[in-house]
């Protein structure tokens, strides 16, 4: 199966497959993530999660594309794309949304004009309940 990116990934961090990160990321690019984060990740550009890719915390991006498990509350400032491989446990707020057939959602979402969107990080995603992947 193709990967469907707009990204140009040879200027995009990376963290592949296997990776495992606990802390902060910020990156004024786009990041492509593929294995493991644990903390917040504050992108000004995009954000692709791919299908191994798993994120535990918060997310800040530009514009997100997932196809992997999102465990975090994510604000992004245009489109969000949850594809049908992904799975999403927590908040959104979000200018424009798009979610395909198959998606899992689990949360509260907020549309947003895009400029006028939460100022600060949004709290990370707390689960009082396990979801099987």
């Not at 910020?26 to 954000?47: A, E, F, S």
């Not at 191994?52 to 498990?69: F, L, P, Q």
């Not at 990370?124 to 979801?131: A, E, H, M, N, R």
């Amino acid at each position: 199966m193709a990967k469907s990116t707009n990204m140009d990934t040879s200027s995009a961090n990376l963290i592949q497959q296997g990776t495992e990160i606990k802390g902060d990321i910020i990156t004024q690019g786009n990041i492509r993530i593929d294995g493991k984060l644990t903390g917040t990740l504050n992108c000004k550009g995009k954000l692709i999660l791919g299908e191994s890719g798993e994120i535990h915390g918060s997310v800040v991006c530009g514009s997100a594309e997932i196809h992997g498990s999102l465990y975090a509350s994510i604000e992004v400032k245009e489109l969000l794309s949850l594809k049908s491989s992904s799975k999403h446990v927590g908040d959104i707020v979000v200018k424009t949304l798009a979610i395909e057939s198959g998606a899992f959602f689990s949360g509260n979402c907020t549309m947003s004009d895009g400029q006028n969107a939460t100022k600060t990080t949004p709290p990370p995603f707390t689960s009082k309940s396990t979801v099987k992947k």
